[in-house]
């Protein structure tokens, strides 16, 4: 059974510029949310889809938006990138609400400069 | 607020050797689901073990084994037998609202 699969591995991008990154979930998993890991705000909740819809948002500026698609599989997009966005983008999914425990996949490393 | 606190940045232990890992959380909910993460240097976050709260038995996996204390909000992670693949950073984390809260992470240094 295949993970949960997030591309690019490694992104590097400039201020002003944006980004997608891709998050294909496990299959039958409808959850997919995303964190982002930063070695000073640790990991910090950015949103959750499921089914398409988005239940949950995490306090981040509006230069954050994500989707989910119909087969689940989801994208980030930041737009007017900062220095302070650097991190590891991590996605996660799940069958409901997590309950049985998210499963991660390897994340995108997004360095801005 | 919900909050989550690991009060240890760093533990060592010698390989074979059990060492537990702290955890407290705050929470006005009564039924939520705590868990235990492992992130080696590979980045991959690995789920390690789960607890549902309403449960009062402690969960095990194998080498791993919770000590729950819902009274205390305290869910602290047992390793017996270290292995040096055990080494990583170990978060633990709650659900909540669709979204996991984390605490800050654990160094795990095992000795061999």
């Given at each position: 059974?295949a993970?949960?699969?997030q591309?690019?591995?490694?992104l ?5 510029q944006?980004?997608?990154l891709?998050?294909s ?6 959850s997919?949310?995303w ?25 981040f ?15 980030m997009?930041v ?7 650097s991190?590891l983008?991590?996605?996660a999914?799940?069958?409901?609400a997590?309950e049985g ?5 390897s ?5 801005v400069? | ?12 232990v010698?390989e074979?050797e059990t ?5 407290t959380?705050d929470?006005?909910?009564s039924?939520y689901?705590l868990?235990?993460?492992k992130?080696?240097p590979?980045r991959?976050m690995?789920l390690?073990?789960?607890?549902e ?6 969960a095990?996996?194998?080498r791993?084994?919770v ?7 305290s869910?602290?992670l ?11 950073m ?11 809260i984390w605490g800050a992470?654990?160094k ?5």
């Amino acid at each position: 059974k295949a993970g949960v699969t997030q591309t690019p591995r490694y992104l590097i991008k400039t201020r002003g510029q944006q980004v997608t990154l891709s998050c294909s979930p496990i299959s039958g998993h409808r959850s997919v949310s995303w964190y982002q890991q930063t070695p000073g705000q640790g990991l910090q909740f950015l949103f959750e889809y499921f089914s398409e819809t988005q239940r949950n948002k995490g306090n981040f500026p509006g230069r954050f938006s994500g989707r989910q698609f119909s087969n689940s599989r989801s994208e980030m997009n930041v737009s007017t990138l900062e220095l302070g966005d650097s991190a590891l983008y991590l996605c996660a999914s799940s069958l409901e609400a997590g309950e049985g425990g998210y499963t991660f996949g390897s994340g995108t490393r997004l360095t801005v400069v | 607020a919900q909050t989550v606190t690991q009060s240890q940045p760093e533990m060592s232990v010698q390989e074979a050797e059990t060492v537990t890992l702290s955890c407290t959380y705050d929470t006005s909910e009564s039924d939520y689901y705590l868990f235990w993460y492992k992130q080696p240097p590979s980045r991959q976050m690995i789920l390690v073990i789960r607890q549902e709260a309403y449960k009062q038995q402690n969960a095990t996996e194998n080498r791993f084994s919770v000590n729950f204390q819902k009274a205390a909000k305290s869910f602290s992670l047992k390793i017996s037998d270290s292995q040096l693949g055990d080494a990583a950073m170990y978060f633990c984390a709650y659900s909540s609202n669709y979204q996991l809260i984390w605490g800050a992470g654990t160094k795990l240094i095992i000795k061999p």
